[in-house]
């Protein structure tokens, strides 16, 4: 039996995208085979590549002078190929908005002169800091934000001031809300969160800013060097990108990001109008800052957040224990989460705060 998957991820696929790859994973399309046996160099592969890359430019509405690559390494490679492919006077400046942006910055530290110019850290990481207050240095190569944080539960919903070049980590809100690219340099998203199975990282980037790698940039970290190779310098990911392909006509017959925005508004605004009218649960999060995609809560003790877990799991409402760090629960609704399974959630925490209230 399927369940409701509030993973943060890797997480929940859409059903049709699984139906659709169960029955291919024998015979696709008349080749005998699977997708994840044959060739990456050879036709039926190359076309879901080039499908993928299409689809995923008219989804986001990617200008033409963007290149987008399909990479591995996760968001955690990003951390290190952003400084090896963009720094060209040495100096980014990063805004700290949680764990991930953290560990970018401490990436980017072993490659330069890197700098915080904002924080909330010491409130816990409940808030994004105003991007009216932001003071960045001059001369910088970028400034690098996290647009989602997944494991906080916050979100930018306004971006940050700088003629510098704009880099986002987009790996937990990728296609769940309309953006304007041409707003950044380069976005970045490992996978595994909003479109396919963990292996492929999608990165978006101005063709302008390729091309100016440093020397000691491994070659598979070379923006320049995987887009002239339509992200085929080696062996791809080939199994993650063809369901990325899938989830992308998915999304794309369903009316787009504008469409899936306004179910992901929704989704969240039922879990959030509940946490907030009730006096059982708590979210920290500044409500001007909150997430769409990841919902973090607390029952009013450790042992009844537990008991929670526990017993939403046995009425098919999994993966709800909060990240290590913060505790409690997390409700993870990225675009494949359907409406039910939030409104499930729902009434099962009702039911739960009236017994043990
Ligand atoms: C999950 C996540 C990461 C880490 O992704 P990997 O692909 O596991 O390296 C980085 N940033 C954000 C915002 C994430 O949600």
Same mark, same amino acid.
């Given at each position: 039996m399927r369940v409701f998957n509030f993973a943060a991820g890797p997480s929940t696929l859409p059903v049709p995208v699984l139906e659709i790859t169960q029955k291919e994973l024998l015979d696709y399309q008349g080749t005998g085979m699977s997708i994840t046996e044959m060739s990456h160099r050879g036709k039926p592969f190359m076309a879901v590549n080039d499908e993928a890359n299409a689809l995923l430019r008219e989804l986001m509405n990617i200008p033409e002078d963007y290149s987008v690559l399909f990479v591995q390494g996760g968001a955690s490679q990003q951390f290190a190929a952003v400084p090896l492919n963009l720094l060209q006077k040495g100096k980014a400046d990063y805004i700290l908005t949680g764990n991930f942006a953290q560990k970018a910055y401490e990436e980017g530290l072993k490659y330069g002169d890197m700098a915080v110019a904002a924080s909330s850290k010491d409130a816990k990481y409940t808030f994004i800091p105003d991007v009216n207050d932001m003071k960045f240095r001059d001369n910088i190569d970028y400034v690098h934000m996290t647009y989602n944080n997944t494991i906080f539960g916050s979100r930018f919903t306004e971006l940050p001031k700088t003629d510098a070049t704009l880099v986002t980590d987009m790996s937990s809100n990728i296609l769940s809300e309309v953006v304007d690219v041409k707003k950044f340099g380069l976005i970045y998203a490992g $996978?595994?969160?909003?479109? $396919?199975? $963990?292996g492929v990282t999608i990165v978006i980037v101005k063709k302008d800013l390729l091309g100016k790698a440093s020397p000691i940039c491994p070659t598979m970290l070379n923006y320049a060097i995987q887009d002239k190779n339509d992200s085929l310098y080696n062996t791809p990911p080939c199994f993650s990108i063809y369901v990325a392909m899938l989830v992308f006509r998915w999304l794309k017959e369903l009316g787009g990001v504008p469409a899936m925005q306004k179910i992901n508004e929704e989704k969240a605004k039922i879990l959030y109008d509940f946490i907030d009218n009730s006096s059982f649960y708590k979210n920290n999060v500044n409500k001007k800052d909150r997430s769409l995609m990841n919902v973090p809560f607390v029952s009013p003790s450790e042992e009844l957040d537990a008991k929670f877990i526990k017993e939403a799991a046995a009425n098919g409402l999994v993966s709800l224990k909060g990240h290590r760090i913060v505790g409690g629960m997390r409700a993870s609704i990225y675009n494949a989460m359907p409406i039910e399974g939030v409104k499930k959630l729902v009434e099962f925490m009702k039911k739960f705060e009236m017994e043990n209230k």
């Open positions: $996978a595994q969160k909003n479109i $396919a199975p $963990a």
